[in-house]
């Protein structure tokens, strides 16, 4: 049928008919009662004049008219199929030999459109979802020269198939891939007796009617009903996910430049998937779109922000309601099933741990435990390593090479998954001053490889590296074991660490620290003294080892400064104690624990572990201060520095707002105290005499002035912090909760 026009008259009254199709005269009254004209296929392809602003504005119809010569796939738009069709041109190129635009190999076209689950959805289009006027004309106008735009960059995409996957997405006349499959309702199948008797249940009202509000047997019918009103009520729920996604004008630009930004930035510093063998079409959605939400974080528009929030939702929304065959997805170098579905919660779950927004934050800490849960229903712990006895010579065929590393890159994103998940739980226990969900030191996975094979960029230069050393098998239960000795030592570990599996170790002992007291009490945990000189250990490690580039072992400090001040006192209550006798809201942490009733600032602030405390805290946010740019948003970022500013505002409120630092500071001395050289009545190290022993064990610390030592206004560096918090407050929203804390300590302080 061709094309035909509708023209918008000028109404004179209300209830005029302003619509007035060309070809039949026929008038609407509302752009609604078109598209329902249009939905039910009398009209297939319409656009509206308005001739007072002499412009065209297209009306979605929910048809798909233009289909590509070559996969014969359909699209609502021309500049749509003009953009698919380059990608077809460029494959086509590429066959041929000659090159392309984009940097990486090129990857086949395959649809992205169908969900993961193998499951029927039940539901009808977005489109037909009522929406007013004014918001579809002007969403619609905005679209066209968002395409537009998008029509002269994607050619150029990074990731080609962010093409496909925005495609997905917006597509408004199929039934959406997002929303939740009849079977995984915990409602049995209706299955409809031939005879008739399928609703012959004794005891039942004789009408659907007669129910009452008490709990009873389901009416007749009721079961149908029941199964119907609940998936319109989750089809509801899920459409609303969808279009928040629609209405944010996600591009396929704006997907390529957040998955970009994702391995550029966020990945270097939580290195947990491989870039050089990653295949973006082997990949499910709700994975893409939790890593395109991590990405979103690093561009710098404003609506950047509530676009990668919608892209969690949705992403959120699949995982919650279809893991179920989710879990039964297997790539085609896994090792095991539900892998995937591990590193999509791994990722939707740092996203949320650290977003401004507190209802994905506290939804992300609900769902925390369960991937350690799937990773044990999908038998993950019992997974074979890699076999060295497969790794391919040096002469091999590029393809054996090729595969070999593949399979090996497959088993290693699976165990620094895995390990990653220890990393998170340890973190979010710190932050929330809760327990961890998982037992960390009984942790029997091995240590993950360096991160030069892990960053090799070719087969070959994998293989290198992997000829090269023999990848330490020992587990982080061997490693625990080892940081608490019968007779206690502080010599270097000797595994081969690399910088992301200290982290979990550290995350290990700050687990243990969660779940201890200050009175030492817990059953079964280790005591302060343990943990400190466990901590000793680590920092022996990282100070010797030698293949740490600058930036990472400045990351691993931070960690361990703030591990170890939460050995003097549990940061996050105390900052729970500090709010809450200021009368102080805060949004940071979950619970209402705070310190002991009998708990007294300015006591506190004499004791030794009290000087430990601030000795920490100057170096945390010293170190925050030197990390360079590009690594200037490591995930652990914004607890530490904020563990510092409570320090600071209990010394500050103590009416210490100057502190007189040594000159040089032995980290040791600043961790250790007296009894915890000493295991029973045997002294383990003899005691220094140092200048940072000296400004931990007398008074005079605080009060003069080292020779030479450094003189801190606590008050003046609060200023200081508050700053650096609207900087991560643009990276990592839980950030803005911590700065606007921060402000108003700094209130009390004056």
Known sequence: MASMEITVGSPASAGVKKLVCRVCQKGFTKAEHLRVQINCG??????????????????????????????????????????????HVRDMNAKNGTPVASALPSVSLDSMASWESSSASVVGPASTTATSQSWDEQQSEHQHSMHNVAADLDFALVWPDSEDLFQSLMASDTPDQWQVPLGTLPFPPVVQDINGLNGMNFGSPNSFDDRSSSVGTIPSGGGHQAVRDVTEMVTSSSSSVTAAVKSTSVTSVFLDECLHMFFVRFIPTFPILHRATFVFRECTHSLLL?????????LGPNDAIPKGEALWRLAH????????????????????????????????????????????????????????????QCGMYESEPYSLENLPSADAPAAEKDHQWRIWAAREIQQRALLAYYVLDGLVAQMSGDGASARHVSNPLSLPSCERVFDASTADEWLAHMHSQTPDQTSFRVVFRSLFPPVGNFRALDYQFSAFGLRVALEGLQSLISDSDEHDLAVGVPGRSDIRRALAQIHETISMSIHFSAAERLELLLRWHTVCLDTMINSTVLSRHVCSQYNISQHVSGGCRIARPDFNIIKWTSTEDAKRAVLHAVAIQDIIEQLPRGRAHVVHMPSSLFSAATIYVVFSLAGLASVNLPRTIVWQDALLSHSDLHIGHDEIRPRSSSETRRFVETNQGLSSAPNGGAVRNLLYELNSIQKLFRCLASQWGIAHDMGNIVAEWIKLCH
């Open 290 to 298: 939790n890593a395109i939400a991590i990405g979103s974080l690093y």
């Open 317 to 376: 929304t699949a995982v919650a309601t279809s893991w179920q065959s989710l879990i039964t997805h297997n790539g085609p170098y896994d090792a095991c099933k539900g892998v995937q579905l591990m590193i999509t919660a791994l990722l939707g779950q740092i996203y949320g741990a650290l977003s401004k927004n507190r209802a994905i934050r506290t939804t992300s800490q609900v769902f925390r435990p369960l991937g350690f849960f799937w990773a044990r």
């Open 42 to 87: 009398l009209y297939r392809d319409m656009n509206v004049v308005d001739p007072s602003a002499d412009r065209k504005s297209s009306i979605d119809t929910g048809s798909k008219p233009y289909v590509c010569k070559e996969c014969r796939r359909p699209f609502a738009r021309q500049d749509a199929l003009t953009r698919h069709e380059k990608l």
